[in-house]
Each structure stands twice: as C-alpha cells, then as structure tokens.
C-alpha cells in the first residue's frame, strides 16, 4: 500500500520477500511493541536502511506483512475525529466503503489466510491490537471505560459483517445497500463504544 | 452427531464418503431443497435405502456433509420456546455452550474450511437458510417483518463472535467468562430480531 503510493515497490523481490518474512516471524513472536527493525534487518540479512527504504516505518512494515486492505492511522483517526457521537455508524460505513471496493478482495484473502495459519492469526491480533486498537482508544480513550473489551466487541461484529456479506455471502445481507446495513449495524457498534457495561462484564 | 448418537456409523468407510460427496455435490449444485435422496444415492451408486441407513434423513445427511457442531433443529426450538423476550440472550448463551464445549473443535475446523472452499461455503449457506432460518423463522415468523434480513445480522454477531473469540482469539473477548458476553452481545442479538427496521433497511 505504502509502497505503490510512494512508488518504491522496486528492488529485489527476494530481498524483500526475506525482510517480509523476517518481520512475520519477529511480530508474531516478539510482538509489534518489542520487534525492531534492527532485529528484522538482522535476520533477513539485510542492512537496516533497506527495510526503511523498502518499507518506510515499522507501522507499515506490518501492514505489508499481512498485505492490509486499510491503514488503519489513515482511516480512524477521520472517523473518531467527529466524536463519540455517531461513530458507530462512521465506522461501519468506512468498513463497508473499504470492503466494497478495491480493498474487499484483499481483505478476502486475508480473512481467508488468517483461519487456516497460526503465525497469521498472531500478525492480525497484533496488527488489531497495536494498530486499531491503540489508534482508535487514543483518539476516544478518555471517554471509556474497559475500552479493550469494547475494541474486541467491536471487532467480532465488523469481522462477521466480513464473513457473513463478503465470504459466505448470506442473503439479503449480501446485497443489501451499504446504507441499509450502516442503519442496522452502526447502533450496534455505537452501543458497543458507550453503553454502560453490565455488571457481569464490569471485570473484563 | 446423528450417526454416533443412533450407533449407525458402521458400515463401508468408502461407501460412506462416496454418498458424502455426491450430497456435498447434489446440496451445493441443486440447493437442500430440490436435492433428492434418490438423485444422491444414484449418483453415488448406491441404493437409496443405503443412504438413509448411514445417514437417516435429508436433514441428517445435510449435517453430516459439512460435520455441523450442533443440529438446529435440536436446538433452536428450546431457545425460541421462551418466546421473543429475550431470546437474542438464550441464543448467544446457547452458541456459546457448543463452542466453549466439544462442539468448538468442529465448529473451528468447519469455519476454517469453508472460508477456502467454495463448495462448503455453498453447503454452509445452504445449512444455515434451509435449517437454521426456517427453523427459527417457523417458530418466531410470525412475529417478525423483515424475518432473512434480521436473520442474516444475527449470523453476522455470531459469525464474528467465533471469528474473534474462537479463531483469532482477540483478548480480552476470548477469556471472558460466558456470562459477560452474553450481557453484551445477547441484546444486539435481541435488537436484531426485533428492533424497528429503519427506513433505509426497509426494503431489504
């Protein structure tokens, strides 16, 4: 993604494919947080100023790892920006927006890779918790409380509206205009943000 | 599950798979409700009493082809037999219950395979509109306007909630005692069957 905008795809692919699994491998075992591009460089037996400038940041790093449909520190902070108000329905219209073009087909094949292979599962709950979460809780984190909890409730109604509309296509939720699912879904998402947690989850 | 339960799973392995894989076909190709027994047994050249012997019912032997966790038509009735008030909490107690129990294995490996086979995502669909829609719609139809769509939103939370809790395991969700979720998730599942549709889904 990064790379096709900043038209430095070019270089040896095999370099590239080394430093990409290098970093699959340091994120899913080390985490996104205690990874280093030294570390990566180090195992991909490339000097440390080739990945910068084959891959720009870490951020965009482990976007590349897992071919991202988004970047989620472009998208959200757009979406949060507006306030907690109405957020839900923003955020599902965004998902909806991302899945429904270009990048539905990638997100496809990641949802589809991610379930059958262990270190790609690892790599998406990093890319979710070190990048969406932390992205989406900086911007409202103030104003919740158990703001992971909320993030995973989140996070398994976007991934079945994944599943059930793009993969399995259920019908009529398959078809459906975005705006008939963003006037469904977005309260969900809403109320997963700012309802009070119940007593039974006040813990979690 | 029909086969352990009534002790029928004797009999050819081979013969067994070869029905399998002409109802996988039949299913997928024709729909559950056009497929016959008999165009099944045919085409796995068998006699059709064979196949009711391995298998007992259509219904059975839809299960059987994609090795379902649970039987709907097991389930569903006691979940529903409440009535519409709070049945989106019994539902999400109860998918939780055959996911957190020995069911969870299969429900994982039938996820995993069907989102990277179009054949079982085609047998998927059909399982889900022909047993798990018509089961629950025969029992709450009359109730609900609007009965695929909210059918299909509630696929989509469980859907997502097997993804994150099951598959990808994004904590805190994946450790939280049953319980909490059900608080959380039990009424949008609620809302789904039975809140107002908004004008802009009402057409869908």
Same mark, same amino acid.
């Given at each position: #993604?990064?790379?096709?905008?900043?038209?430095?795809?070019?270089?040896?692919?095999? $370099?590239?494919?080394?430093?990409?699994?290098?970093?699959?491998?340091?994120?899913?075992?080390?985490?996104?947080?205690?990874?280093?591009?030294?570390?990566?460089?180090?195992?991909?037996?490339?000097?440390?100023?080739?990945?910068?400038?084959?891959? *720009?940041?870490?951020?965009?790093?482990?976007?590349?790892?897992?071919? /991202?449909?988004?970047?989620?520190?472009?998208?959200?902070?757009?979406?949060?920006?507006?306030?907690?108000?109405?957020?839900?329905?923003?955020?599902?219209?965004?998902?909806?927006?991302?899945?429904?073009?270009?990048?539905?087909?990638? *997100?496809?094949?990641?949802?589809?890779?991610?379930? /059958?292979?262990?270190?790609?599962?690892?790599?998406?709950?990093?890319?979710?918790?070190?990048?969406?979460?932390? $992205?989406?809780?900086?911007?409202?984190?103030?104003?919740?409380?158990?703001?992971?909890?909320? /993030? $995973?409730?989140?996070?398994?109604?976007?991934?079945?509206?994944? #599943?059930?509309?793009? !993969?399995?296509?259920?019908?009529?939720?398959?078809?459906?205009?975005?705006?008939?699912?963003? /006037? #469904? !879904? *977005?309260? $969900?998402?809403?109320?997963?943000?700012?309802?009070?947690?119940?007593?039974?989850?006040?813990?979690?």
């Amino acid at each position: #993604m990064s790379n096709r905008r900043t038209g430095r795809r070019r270089g040896n692919p095999d $370099t590239r494919e080394q430093i990409l699994d290098a970093a699959r491998h340091a994120f899913a075992e080390r985490g996104f947080e205690r990874a280093t591009i030294r570390q990566i460089a180090q195992a991909a037996e490339v000097d440390p100023a080739l990945v910068h400038h084959y891959f *720009g940041s870490k951020d965009q790093l482990l976007l590349a790892t897992i071919d /991202a449909p988004f970047d989620p520190q472009e998208v959200l902070p757009g979406i949060v920006a507006g306030g907690i108000d109405g957020v839900g329905e923003r955020l599902v219209r965004a998902f909806i927006a991302v899945w429904d073009g270009p990048g539905g087909k990638r *997100g496809a094949v990641l949802l589809r890779s991610a379930v /059958a292979q262990p270190l790609l599962v690892r790599l998406v709950r990093e890319f979710f918790v070190s990048r969406v979460v932390k $992205t989406a809780l900086k911007e409202l984190g103030s104003e919740l409380d158990n703001g992971p909890f909320r /993030a $995973t409730l989140v996070a398994s109604q976007l991934l079945g509206l994944a #599943m059930a509309r793009y !993969i399995l296509k259920l019908e009529p939720l398959a078809s459906a205009e975005p705006e008939a699912v963003v /006037a #469904m !879904i *977005g309260p $969900t998402v809403q109320g997963y943000l700012t309802s009070p947690v119940p007593v039974e989850a006040r813990g979690v």
